[in-house]
């Protein structure tokens, strides 16, 4: 889960003001089309060949160096296209900003009411091949990036955590079914015997926006967004193939993953994707974020059988 604790937030005029001075001192005027506004990071398009993307936390920066380090480090080991960023800063008010530069790579983020059109079998292959390549990388290629590292204790310890939040600012806010259901999710996944759990190089974050199509969403032009990636748990990258592509594609993907399956890994997918809800509605909570909260919400109580 991302985390946001400590960190202030630019305001938008200040966002607009990076834009600006880095159009002024580095590109010169052009067009900027404001096409994403993600948890951490506001992205620009700038004369449809360049991609900005400006934290909105300050204290950002060292995140920043991390992701790029990675791209840096991946570049030309996957089978799908990836950024190749570069850093640059802008200083005003007294205020370093740090943000994120890359060619823009081609494609579409569909609106979800297409995604019934894809061509199940294409997307799927892409999808297995990207991530049997991801997850198999050996660990030595970050070994000098500093990448969170998840094992089995610390990823039990994680979702102890994470569950502790969720039961006192998130419980109130949910009816005592999906509060049920959540409390016995959770007991169950506590449980769970990982010690057979391999962690790999993962994403992180295989979801709505990160995921790049042709216009025919006949296949993957690239996969974007790479904040989250750590040496964690498969299954999460799983998880989000699942929840955001569906059950056909999720089947052919995993019919043709070459990854470690473990004992735990299916039970492990099924929590990942129930609890997908609690990311929103805690980042919600925390910046005071009512439309995050919402929707937390009702992924949540969507997810438990009624």
């Not at 996957?78 to 640059?88: A, G, H, M």
């Not at 009411?113 to 061509?119: F, K, L, Q, S, T």
């Not at 997908?276 to 805690?282: E, H, V």
Request: proline share 5%; charged share 20%; hydrophobic share 40%.
């Amino acid at each position: 889960m991302r985390q946001y604790k400590g960190h202030s937030t630019f305001p938008q005029h200040y966002i607009d003001i990076v834009i600006e001075e880095f159009l002024n001192t580095k590109r010169g005027n052009g067009k900027v089309v404001p096409i994403a506004k993600g948890w951490s990071y506001m992205v620009y398009s700038i004369d449809d060949s360049l991609i900005v993307r400006i934290p909105k936390f300050t204290n950002y920066n060292e995140k920043i160096k991390i992701e790029v380090d990675l791209l840096r480090a991946l570049k030309g080991l996957l089978p799908i296209t990836i950024p190749e960023p570069e850093i640059r800063m802008v200083k005003k008010n007294g205020i370093d900003t740090m943000f994120m530069i890359y060619s823009q790579i081609p494609g579409i983020i569909p609106d979800p009411c297409y995604m019934n059109n894809i061509n199940y079998f294409k997307i799927g292959a892409y999808l297995s091949s990207f991530l049997n390549v991801l997850h198999t990388i050996p660990l030595s290629i970050v070994d000098n990036i500093k990448l969170n590292r998840v094992g089995a204790i610390n990823l039990k310890n994680r979702y102890k955590m994470i569950f502790i939040k969720l039961k006192k600012y998130g419980f109130p806010l949910l009816n005592n079914a999906t509060v049920v259901y959540l409390q016995n999710l959770f007991d169950k996944f506590l449980s769970l015997d990982l010690s057979d759990f391999t962690p790999v190089l993962i994403h992180g974050d295989i979801g709505p926006g990160n995921i790049l199509f042709n216009q025919n969403c006949l296949h993957i032009t690239g996969i974007i967004d790479w904040e989250d990636c750590e040496v964690g748990d498969p299954a999460i990258d799983l998880a989000g193939v699942r929840s955001y592509l569906g059950n056909k594609i999720f089947n052919i993907v995993y019919e043709k993953y070459t990854g470690k399956i473990d004992s735990t890994f299916m039970e492990r997918i099924r929590f990942y994707e129930s609890v997908i809800g609690i990311y929103p509605l805690l980042y919600g909570i925390e910046n005071n974020h009512e439309v995050y909260i919402k929707k937390g919400i009702n992924q949540l109580i969507n997810q438990h059988p009624k």
